[in-house]
Each structure stands twice: as structure tokens, then as C-alpha cells.
């Protein structure tokens, strides 16, 4: 198989794999209104109005997280090249 060979049924593939995703989409909740229509009527909508709760605390959690765990790997690495820089005291 050539070079343009190969490409061309890479992006048939891939046409392939997102026709499927669009076609096999059979609901889908994504606005608030849906959810507080169905977390009203139902309480198996109250699960999904749930999973809406704790996905989007989630999400304003990871950038908070990501921002302080790299803090904190810098923060370990300056004092711990700052403890092998320092000369040891002198005996007594």
C-alpha cells in the first residue's frame, strides 16, 4: 500500500468511526433546562441531576488541582536542591 493509499483509508476509517458516534447517539442531556425537567419528574432523573453536580464540581476542581500539584513538585524540588546544596556544619 502506498503512501496516499494509506491516507486515504485512514480518513475513510475515520469518517467511518464518526458516522457511527453521530448515528449511535440516542439521547442526549446536555443543557441545564433538560436537566431540571427531568431531575423534576422522575427520581431516576434525580441520579442525573446528580451526575450533572458532581461532573461539574469535577471540573472546576481540576485546574485548581493540576495548578497546586505543580506547585508543589516545584516547591519539593527547590528545597530539596536547596538541603544537598547546603555544606554540612562542622563537627564539634
Sequence with gaps: MTRPEKLVAIRIAFLLLATVFVLSASEAFGCPN????VSANDPDGMNLARGYFYSILIMLA???TLVGSFGA???REMRRQK???APNPPLP
Design 73 to 75: 513538585y516545584v516547591w
Design 83 to 85: 538541603r544537598e546544596g
Design 34 to 37: 433538560c436537566k431540571d425537567a
Design 62 to 64: 481540576m485546574p485548581f
